[in-house]
């Protein structure tokens, strides 16, 4: 079985990687959200794709959920000693990530090529794709205006109440190269536990699915647990949105798309009311044996579906 | 009394040191060489000005003679297993002066205003400032063809034979603000004891000294010692040009700028046929005492000068 997971940041990265623990590589393609790069300090900076590729690979800070574990700061200190923007953290091993991109993008290598040569380079051997190579920029619009979505996540702590999203760029966006292709070979797809507005979203309209929809499954991993995310804004996007953060909401904004879904344990009750296939289970990975069960359990479920 | 001196790397950076421990910030400008400046990682790297400035600061690496003290090698460890250009080696603390001036040079700011607020936030109090806020690149013309600097200086370690030197962008460069005021108001400028082809005659091309001259004491400080340096190129580059290297090689090729030399003990017996004024003494700057001692020596030297 050929299985495509949709990621965005620590959920996606997390469940990823259980997924690569179980399939081999050529069964398995990681597409991820590129709708959060940015500039910075000259930089150009992929978060989701280094989350992820960071997990696979076993270089990601197992505390944040973000960067490089063993990380020293020193560059970052000597940055806010000359006064340069302080508010995102950027590590010295990780420092090198962001320079060489910025180098090879600069040089005109296509994002999907230099994630390729950089995951070669760190021992990814599954194959992670940025959902585009073009340019797709993430715009909060908030009751304090429009923000770029790092001012809004990191700078601004989520603070400001969200009231929409904008996704520069995205309506004339490519699927990067490879992507098309691992769509056409895959038999299902998870849409893994991210956050469904801004990281799972611009994934799901660069790939345009509907066309595929009717030979492939489609298995959404609730992020929303008891109503909360494990981490990240999902939950109070729900709710400034109007809506109440759950696994029955999250079922409801993929609507059309789903064949299934995964909800954790403490939502069972909820999940008698979702009106597809449901998988109850304990959803919080907090140790890489977790990632593999729920990856091992996911794809069961998968097989067991009609 | 005002003093200029004009620096290029260790030996320049080395005897402003020890001008700064004697002098009161209101009467020291040091101007650096720029023509070693490139484009490296994407990144605008200096490394005159921050080898002058880090000194000067108490930051340097004392071993290296560039880079930063107590410096981690993190991201250079990291741009390496990534397959990056790794000849020039840039430490986590030094990569960050390297960030923020790229990013303010990119936002619009001068090389000068940069090194001035750089040296505000690392306790610089005496004035440092580039030769140039315009850029200017020095070429080697070698045995092997035309090299930019850092490439036949750093990548080839001086390997190649040198044939002549080419300063691009030298001849339309205009004085960095502040440079013409320094010179205006100088009642002396020491040649520190830097590279005479790549690092004093970029500076000396940019001043244009000539119409200040009648009034003002022009001391160098050999950087040939017994026909060698402490460190760099200049010995070679003598040799190369069929000249022998020596103090004297030293006082003609600045022939006529020179008020007075400044040479090593080791050439007390070569000091005879130097047909201006010679202070010969201990030039070697093993310690920062060194440096001191040979700033004051010098000083006094200028003093005595008719």
């Known amino acids: 079985m050929n299985l495509l997971a949709l990621a965005g940041g620590v959920g996606g990265a997390k469940l990823a990687h259980g997924l690569a623990q179980i399939l081999p590589p050529e069964n398995l393609t990681v597409i991820v959200n590129t709708g959060d790069d940015f500039e910075h300090l000259g930089l150009r900076i992929s978060p989701d794709l280094d989350t992820v590729c960071y997990t696979l690979a076993g270089l990601a800070n197992p505390d944040t959920g973000w960067g490089r574990a063993d990380e020293t700061w020193n560059a970052m200190a000597n940055l806010k000693r000359l006064g340069a923007p302080d508010w995102f953290n950027l590590g010295d091993r990780d420092l090198a990530t962001h320079l060489e991109r910025t180098r090879r993008l600069n040089a005109g290598q296509t994002l999907s090529q230099v994630t390729r040569d950089f995951c070669a380079a760190w021992g990814v051997k599954h194959t992670v794709l940025p959902m585009s190579d073009d340019p797709v920029r993430t715009m909060v619009d908030t009751d304090e205006g429009e923000l770029p979505f790092q001012e809004y996540f990191v700078h601004r702590h989520c603070e400001p109440r969200v009231k929409s999203f904008r996704f520069e760029g995205l309506s004339t966006a490519s699927p990067a190269a490879g992507v098309r292709e691992a769509v056409e070979s895959a038999d299902a797809i998870i849409i ?85 296939p449901t998988l109850v289970t304990n959803t919080i990975m907090q140790t890489v044996e977790d990632r593999a069960r729920l990856a091992h359990e996911t794809l069961q479920f998968i097989g067991s579906l009609p």
Chains 1, 2 share one sequence.
């Open 192 to 276: 893994c536990p991210s956050n469904p507005w801004v990281s799972i979203d611009p994934i799901l309209a660069v790939l345009h699915l509907s066309s595929f929809i009717s030979r492939l499954s489609v298995i959404a991993v609730s992020p929303i647990i008891a109503g909360k995310t494990v981490k990240g804004p999902a939950a109070k996007m729900f709710a400034e949105l109007g809506i109440e953060p759950s696994a029955l909401a999250v079922a409801d904004h993929y609507e059309n798309l789903l064949t299934g879904i995964v909800v954790d344990s403490l939502d069972s009750e909820l999940a008698k009311q979702i009106r597809i």
